[in-house]
């Protein structure tokens, strides 16, 4: 049977450029109902500190945010529970790192609701992190029917922390440039 309802959480979509495979996605599968969830307002470092506010086109749903601008430690108060109450997804599409506060509340929702969970994951290198992201990225991993990567080395990552349910390539809608040479410096200075 195919999919009917799919929510997809992203930070990124805040900017209208990064809602366009969604777009693209509903086009594509007109029997698809899709929600985007996106943050009410967002800035960083690439904003210049100036908040960017989510255009509330059709399908999407900009919602508030605790610490808008911090990638990994933003979380939705609770208006995202009512928001997946209500559109009653089949699949909650995630597209945060799994150690990130957002997939973990997601995560469990995802739970709490009997809604499948899958993930998007940038993750290319194998990192040990503290409390409580070391805890946060375990429970996404084994809630998660599924993962997204862009790249193998992403995939190779998830299969080093143990995970065995499948993972599927999702690549960059551009070319990446070649790998630079490595630096020691700077791999000295990132502890790489």
């Known amino acids: 049977m195919a999919l009917r309802r799919l929510a997809v959480i992203s930070h990124s979509a805040v900017l209208e450029i990064n809602q366009a495979v969604y777009r693209v996605l509903a086009a594509a599968h007109p029997a698809l109902e899709l929600r985007l ?52 997804p089949e699949v909650l599409l995630v597209i945060e790192e799994p150690y990130s ?8 929702l995802a739970r ?47 299969r080093e922390l143990g995970y065995q349910r499948p993972i599927h390539h999702f690549p960059y809608p551009f070319a990446l440039p070649e790998a630079a040479e490595p630096n020691p410096y700077l791999s000295e200075r990132l502890g790489l």
């Open 112 to 158: 709490k609701l009997g809604t499948r969970l899958a993930v998007y994951t940038n993750q290319n290198l194998l990192r040990r992190y503290p409390p409580p992201f070391a805890g946060l990225r375990a429970r996404v991993l084994g809630q998660a029917e599924r993962m997204l990567v862009p790249t193998e080395a992403c995939a190779e990552v998830l």
């Open 37 to 88: 969830i996106v943050p009410q307002r967002w800035r960083n470092s690439l904003t210049r500190g100036k908040w960017l506010q989510a255009a509330g086109r059709e399908g999407v749903r900009p919602l508030p945010v605790r610490l808008a601008g911090q990638i990994n430690l933003h979380w939705y108060g609770p208006r995202l529970e009512r928001a997946l109450r209500a559109f009653r």
């Open 101 to 108: 506060l957002a997939a973990g509340q997601a995560t469990r």
